[in-house]
């Protein structure tokens, strides 16, 4: 269900949320030759603004609660750091292992992302039947530019499945999910 995060009183147990962090698409490339330096395909914000949007998410959710925030290599110290400076701790860095990856500057390929597992107030204890259950690197291909693997759902959906969850820069609906972005 779609929500205003501006202007609702519903309080969240879990945030998911995979900022638009600030950057462009890679150099020039044969197969792709007007690519370099160009914006990506989505709206990004400044690190500000996406600060602005974890507090906000962050008054709207219980005394106790976790956040699992997405971030890339470039980004990751900034994004702990945002979070941090939010009263979150971390828990662990869970990588997404995309099986394939960009090639930046033609040295190695990207081929992961962080997942950051955090809470704030108390630790929230997950659902007993998945204590242990999972590991903090996942696999799953990529399938579109900047599109989160459902493994990432399934696993914070069986490790709380009671709680009201929020997910922050969507681009789709969910069930089980309220979201906010200005692509759902």
């Not at 709207?60 to 925030?69: G, K, V, W």
Request: net charge positive; charged share 30%; hydrophobic share 35%.
């Amino acid at each position: 269900m779609k929500v205003d995060i501006f202007n609702t009183g519903k309080k969240y147990k879990v945030i998911y949320a995979d900022p638009p962090w600030r950057q462009s698409k890679g150099g020039k490339k044969k197969v792709r030759p007007n690519s370099s330096g160009k914006s990506l395909d989505y709206e990004v914000l400044s690190l500000e603004d996406i600060e602005k949007h974890l507090s906000v998410a962050s008054g709207l959710s219980e005394d106790d609660h976790i956040l699992f925030l997405w971030t890339i290599e470039k980004y990751l110290f900034e994004a702990e750091n945002i979070a941090k400076k939010l009263g979150y701790k971390l828990h662990a860095r869970m990588v997404w292992d995309k099986v394939t990856g960009i090639p930046t500057a033609f040295t190695i390929r990207y081929g992961h992302e962080y997942l950051l597992y955090m809470y704030k107030g108390k630790f929230t204890p997950v659902a007993k039947d998945c204590r242990g259950k999972y590991h903090s690197v996942f696999r799953e291909k990529v399938t579109k530019h900047s599109k989160k693997p459902l493994i990432a759902y399934e696993i914070i959906e069986s490790l709380y499945p009671q709680a009201n969850r929020l997910e922050l820069y969507a681009r789709n609906e969910r069930d089980g999910w309220d979201c906010w972005g200005n692509e759902v």
